[in-house]
């Protein structure tokens, strides 16, 4: 089962770290994709036929795509850290990153407005980075392209949620 962005465009993305505390919105029009991420088996006699099949849910796996992950949520995700100096317009921001540090945990929430019983609303519980960031610089701009990770049951004992719904602007709680 895959979940991608609706006709109506995706409206919101939010990442926050695992305690809540610190929350990045993405720009609109980010796209966000998962899948149930599934373990399974097969058993067979000693004749080589089939005699009993497993599978089960174990996670999920998540892309964010296009431009415009600012700085901010690269650090949330990395565990880096942003330091912005000056004011506008000569205001800089440097984002700083180790080699060798462990990616932290952090959740990812999502938005999508519809026409009608088709608002949908994406909790992913306990994500993490599991393959590099992707990024370009191109006229005179610093796009992210792509990022993807992993997730998992958090605190609740949910490695997600999905909530349909007719009419709602808020994201689920945390």
Same mark, same amino acid.
């Given at each position: 089962m895959t979940y991608g962005d609706k006709p109506y465009a995706l409206e919101e993305v939010i990442l926050t770290n695992m305690a809540g505390t610190v929350q990045v919105t993405l720009p609109v029009q980010q796209k966000l994709k998962f *899948?149930?991420?599934?373990?399974?088996?097969?058993?067979?006699?000693?004749?080589?036929?089939?005699?009993?099949?497993?599978?089960?849910?174990?996670?999920?796996?998540?892309?964010?795509?296009?431009?415009?992950?600012?700085?901010?949520?690269?650090?949330?995700?990395?565990?880096?850290?942003?330091?912005?100096?000056?004011?506008?317009?000569?205001?800089?921001?440097?984002? *700083?990153?180790?080699?060798?540090? *462990?990616?932290?945990?952090?959740?990812?929430?999502?938005?999508s407005l519809g026409d009608g019983i088709d608002d949908v609303h994406v909790k992913l519980g306990k994500c993490k980075l599991m393959e590099a960031i992707e990024g370009e610089f191109g006229n005179g701009e610093f796009f992210v392209t792509s990022c993807k990770g992993k997730g998992m049951k958090d605190a609740s004992g949910k490695a997600f949620d999905i909530v349909q719904n007719e009419t709602a602007s808020d994201l689920p709680s945390s």
């Open positions: *899948s149930i991420l599934v373990k399974s088996g097969e058993l067979e006699n000693a004749y080589g036929e089939l005699q009993a099949l497993a599978a089960r849910a174990v996670g999920v796996e998540w892309e964010l795509e296009h431009g415009g992950i600012s700085l901010e949520a690269i650090a949330l995700m990395n565990g880096g850290t942003v330091v912005t100096a000056g004011a506008t317009p000569n205001e800089t921001k440097t984002l *700083s990153g180790t080699i060798g540090t *462990s990616f932290p945990y952090f959740k990812v929430y999502g938005k």
